[in-house]
């Protein structure tokens, strides 16, 4: 890893932190969530540097993951150079599902099954798709134990809970994800090599 991929990581990881501790206040806003010491905007302290970390693990995961596939599971699109217009689409439609996430809480059932459903949808029009589905099921099952133990340590708490102390529908969240996290490492790390 070169010194250029080393600050992709950490823009890459800022810019997503950025993004996700905005949604995080619109879960906060529209009490989808809340925390038990709110230190500014109703989010916890450690919102903002959470996100950072995370993104920074998932980009790991991704780089390590991917150099372990099989030779049967294409991913060299996967590891090519991105486009600014191919991020910025899928950042924007992962701000939009996390969004709608927080103005549809109330509907838990309903927001599973427009999230799983439209993921199928974009998964089936999409490129490498067993690559594609691989990180999206780690980041649904990763993003969810991960908030399921904060949520058992008390450090946050979901309006309505279905499985280890979060809703089915943040997994939907998660799968949306991994269209941006994989548009993300193509601009900012495999662009640079």
Known sequence: MNKNNCKGFLF????GAGIATFCDG?????QTLSYPEPFL???AWWVFPGFFLAFLFMQAVYFLVIQRLPSGVDY???VSGGSS???IETALAFAFVYLISGFGNHEPVLLAVIFYGTFMV???????RLWLLLLAVLMAVGGMVAEGVLSAGGQVTYRHTDVFYVPFWLGGLYVHGAFALRE???????NKQ
């Open 12 to 15: 890459f990881a800022l810019l």
């Open 26 to 30: 619109i879960h906060v806003y529209t």
């Open 41 to 43: 905007f109703g989010q």
């Open 76 to 78: 060299q699109k996967s």
């Open 85 to 87: 217009r191919a991020l």
């Open 122 to 128: 974009r998964w089936l029009f999409s490129y490498d």
């Open 184 to 190: 993300g490492m193509r601009f900012f790390i495999y």
